[in-house]
């Protein structure tokens, strides 16, 4: 099992609060999940900030730099730096030129747009990246996801001690949970996830498995990383079902011991030796 750990002193600190259980005070220690600002510094320029975990922030400037298509190939980075200040965190990013210019000219197109209807609708679009669809073909039993789904806990330590994080995990075909990542943020936990895979050339993974909802910003992320099949812990949203459907994604919600809702490509499924290719794909409930 390829892992990768980060010290829980780096995710989570400790704080006075007061607690009413019963109807009786008391005052506690708790442990929270740490949350601080990112700022992305791509070749001397501030992209973005986020809000995240100080912690894996190499695999999460290669996963949102990948997931964000802002560059095509982790080789196109040629360096990151991590820069620790007084009100957060800076990670500076070395690009490659054409990468870099790319990234400059969609900039220059957002600012340079007025406040106009028509440019809202440019906008809008702009939140919808071209369709990717994705290569893989590999089949997954749904008997395995219930070992990941038992075993997910013994991966989630900070969620564990606060109740505040998401994790995003790569599941084998045999539902052994090969790598997680947790952070306060769901799409940020999953950059991470696609920044540590994009470099593991060696592991072979077979699924994603994701804490929270699926939006079609994950869906559209798992795409880019060419994710083939998505299990997430609660429901799909209408955009993000329309997204896998046209990815060529298997998309599954609610997922629980005895009961996972398959939204679309079930083929790539199976219960018992028997496939589900043959099965309507539209919310399709297997118990």
Same mark, same amino acid.
């Given at each position: 099992?390829?892992?990768?750990? #980060?010290? +829980?002193?780096? &995710?989570?600190?400790?704080?006075?609060?007061?607690?009413?259980?019963n109807d009786r005070e008391q005052a506690l220690i708790e442990t929270v999940a740490k949350e601080v600002r990112v700022a992305l510094i791509?070749?001397?320029?501030?992209?973005?900030?986020? !809000?995240?975990?100080?912690?894996?922030?190499?695999?999460?400037?290669?996963?949102? *730099?990948? *997931?964000?298509?802002?560059?095509?190939?982790?080789?196109?980075?040629?360096?990151?730096?991590?820069?620790? %200040?007084?009100?957060?965190?800076?990670?500076? %990013?070395? &690009?490659?030129?054409?990468?870099?210019?790319?990234?400059?000219?969609?900039?220059?197109?957002?600012?340079?747009?007025?406040?106009?209807?028509?440019?809202?609708?440019?906008? &809008?679009?702009?939140?919808?990246?071209?369709?990717?669809?994705?290569?893989?073909?590999?089949?997954? @039993? $749904?008997?395995?996801?219930?070992?990941?789904?038992?075993?997910?806990?013994?991966?989630?330590?900070?969620? @564990?001690?606060?109740?505040?994080? =998401?994790?995003?995990?790569? +599941?084998?075909?045999?539902?052994?949970?090969? #790598?997680?990542?947790?952070?306060?943020?769901?799409?940020?936990?999953?950059?991470?996830?696609?920044? =540590?895979?994009?470099?593991? /050339?060696?592991?072979? =993974?077979?699924? $994603?498995?994701?804490?929270?909802?699926?939006?079609?910003? !994950?869906?559209?992320?798992?795409?880019?990383? /060419?994710?083939? &099949?998505?299990?997430? %812990?609660? *429901?799909?949203?209408?955009?993000? %079902?329309?997204?896998?459907?046209?990815?060529?994604?298997? +998309?599954?919600?609610?997922?629980?011991?005895?009961?996972?809702?398959?939204?679309?490509?079930?083929?790539?499924?199976?219960?018992?030796?028997?496939?589900?290719?043959?099965?309507? /794909?539209?919310?399709?409930?297997? !118990?």
């Open positions: 099992m390829t892992e990768l750990v #980060c010290g +829980l002193n780096n &995710i989570t600190e400790q704080t006075a609060v007061t607690c009413f259980r791509y070749n001397g320029i501030s992209h973005v900030v986020m !809000m995240a975990c100080p912690t894996a922030l190499k695999e999460f400037a290669i996963g949102f *730099s990948l *997931s964000e298509s802002i560059i095509e190939d982790v080789k196109e980075i040629r360096s990151i730096e991590i820069e620790t %200040i007084a009100t957060g965190v800076l990670v500076h %990013i070395e &690009i490659s030129q054409r990468s870099f210019m790319q990234l400059k000219e969609h900039r220059r197109s957002l600012a340079g747009r007025t406040g106009c209807g028509l440019c809202g609708i440019e906008q &809008i679009e702009q939140t919808v990246k071209p369709i990717v669809k994705v290569t893989g073909a590999e089949k997954f @039993n $749904l008997n395995s996801l219930k070992i990941a789904l038992s075993n997910l806990y013994k991966h989630q330590n900070a969620f @564990n001690l606060t109740g505040a994080t =998401h994790a995003a995990a790569m +599941l084998s075909t045999e539902g052994d949970i090969m #790598c997680c990542f947790e952070d306060v943020g769901r799409h940020v936990a999953l950059d991470k996830l696609i920044g =540590h895979i994009s470099c593991d /050339n060696q592991a072979r =993974h077979s699924a $994603l498995l994701l804490t929270s909802r699926a939006s079609f910003e !994950m869906v559209q992320k798992a795409a880019i990383a /060419n994710i083939s &099949i998505i299990f997430a %812990i609660s *429901s799909a949203t209408s955009l993000a %079902i329309d997204i896998a459907n046209r990815s060529n994604i298997t +998309l599954v919600g609610f997922c629980r011991e005895n009961r996972v809702t398959i939204y679309t490509h079930p083929e790539r499924l199976y219960l018992c030796n028997e496939t589900l290719s043959n099965i309507d /794909n539209n919310n399709l409930a297997v !118990m």
